[in-house]
């Protein structure tokens, strides 16, 4: 999956121009602590975010319309916001879009269990995920739509417990239920396994590219959508095809395999998200740096991140 350089400078321009209009916003509230969540209030937080994502889903159904791209997620506590790609308007309630058309709000007392009986709705965001705070607002990103090599970069420490935290969230939490993640080679060993602070079937481990390519999605069944299992043959209901349609996944490799086996040239899936633990300097087509105080710098991205998402706990 190599972007061309026009739709990554297009894409870098448009969430940069999304992230200097939030910032603006938030310089004109009060100014106070930034929060300190405890784990429950994460794991509340989250099922928000994907009880919103299966609301966009649900009213943009096929008959309704496409499915806009979702690059960032901001959860204040009173309204979930939505920083998208492009224009698109009007919002499927209980959504709101601003007068651009490029952001969407709701109020989370406005979100309600899907109207399918409560099942879950499927979505294709499950690579958005916690990046960190902002001024005590979670932060998200949708990683399948960075297209290209995403480089964790920091000390090796740092950079560790932040994949760790990213990986824990993506195969334990509530937004990522049709996510596999990947790790491949070194990535796969016990310095980064043990850390782990859930186990999931989603969760792979692969020795060489090869390998980690030919990893199928985990689809979720409507009898355990907790404990998804390998799908080994085509889905058979619409459901299944909504499910399979979206499922996404993530492969984690180390800088030194990333050149070692020319990551840079996998053919990946257009829905599909690399994310490369070091530096791999020009080869990488997004940049983010864990610094030694806790904040992230995301490069061209541009959503400032105060406290990274290994440090919320």
Known sequence: MIASIVPSVVLGLVL???AAAWILRRRDSLPGPVRTARPSVHRKELE?????LRAVAEGRAPSAGALPEVHAVIHSGQR???LLAG???PAPAPWTADLSGKEWWVEPKDLTSPANGGAEVAHPYSLAVTLGRHRGDRVLVDL???SGAIALTGEDNDVLSLAQAL???LIGGPVGSLATVVLVGSAATASVTDGLGARSARLRAAATRDEALACRDSVPTGADRRSPALQTSPPDSTARVTAWTHARRLFVVTAAQFRDENWRDAALRGTDALLVLGYVGDDADWNFHVNADGSLDTGRLGLPIDTHAARLD
């Open 16 to 18: 940069l121009g999304a």
């Open 144 to 146: 399948s739509l960075l």
């Open 87 to 89: 224009a698109d308007a």
């Open 80 to 82: 979930l916001t939505l």
């Open 48 to 52: 928000t975010v994907a009880l919103g």
């Open 167 to 169: 990986i824990t969230e």
